[in-house]
C-alpha cells in the first residue's frame, strides 16, 4: 500500500514542487525532498492521509511558507568576513579560535553530517554535484540534508554561544 501510495504521488509532487518553488528560490528538487520526508513521517505517525493528493498539495504549501521564513531570516552577508585585510593580530587569532571551534563542532556532529559540512566548508568550494558525488548521496538532497545538519549544529553550539540580546 505504502509503496502504491508513494509511485502514485510522485508525479503530482513533481508538478506541485516544479510550480511553487521557484517562487521561494528554492531548487524543485529541496522542496520535493521536503515533502517526501514530511510524507514519510506522516506515515509513520499517522498512517496514509485520507485524501493524499489534497494533503500533498497542503504539504507542499506548508514546505513553501516554511521556506520563506527562513530564507526572511537568513541574510547574506555582504562581504566575507575573512577577507577584511585591515586586522590586527588580535582579531587574526580570535577569527582562528572561531574557525576551530566551528570545526571541532562540526566534527562532533552525529551521522554524515561531519563529513557534509566538513565538504561545505572546503577551500576548494565544491559545487553541489561535487559533495553530492564525494558524499554518495543525491543532489537534491543535499539542500534538506544540510539544512537539517545546521540545525544540528546550532543547537550543539547554543550552549557554547552567548544569546543575541534585542536591542531596543
Not at 493528493?53 to 575573512?82: C, G, I
Not at 561531519?114 to 558524499?135: C, H, K, N, V, W
Not at 543532489?139 to 540534508?145: F, I
Request: aromatic share 4%; charged share 30%; glycine share 8%.
Amino acid at each position: 500500500m505504502t509503496h502504491d501510495l508513494l509511485t502514485d504521488l510522485g508525479p503530482l509532487l513533481t508538478a506541485e514542487a516544479f510550480a511553487e518553488a521557484h517562487a521561494t528560490g528554492t531548487e524543485p528538487g529541496d522542496l520535493e525532498q521536503a515533502v517526501w520526508l514530511r510524507l514519510l513521517e506522516h506515515l509513520a505517525t499517522d498512517g496514509p492521509p485520507p485524501d493524499p493528493q489534497s494533503w500533498l498539495r497542503r504539504a507542499v504549501r506548508a514546505e513553501v511558507r516554511r521556506t520563506r521564513r527562513t530564507t526572511r531570516f537568513e541574510q547574506p552577508y555582504d562581504t566575507d568576513p575573512a577577507d577584511d585585510r585591515d586586522r590586527g593580530p588580535e582579531q587574526l587569532a580570535l577569527a582562528a579560535a572561531r574557525r576551530r571551534a566551528l570545526r571541532e563542532a562540526v566534527h562532533r556532529l552525529p551521522g554524515r553530517c561531519a563529513r557534509l559540512l566538513d565538504a561545505f566548508l572546503s577551500p576548494e568550494d565544491p559545487t553541489y554535484r561535487q559533495i553530492a558525488g564525494e558524499l554518495g548521496i543525491s543532489q537534491g538532497s543535499l539542500g534538506p540534508e544540510r539544512s537539517r545538519c545546521l540545525g544540528c549544529l546550532r543547537r550543539l553550539l547554543a550552549p557554547e554561544v552567548a544569546a543575541r540580546q534585542l536591542r531596543g
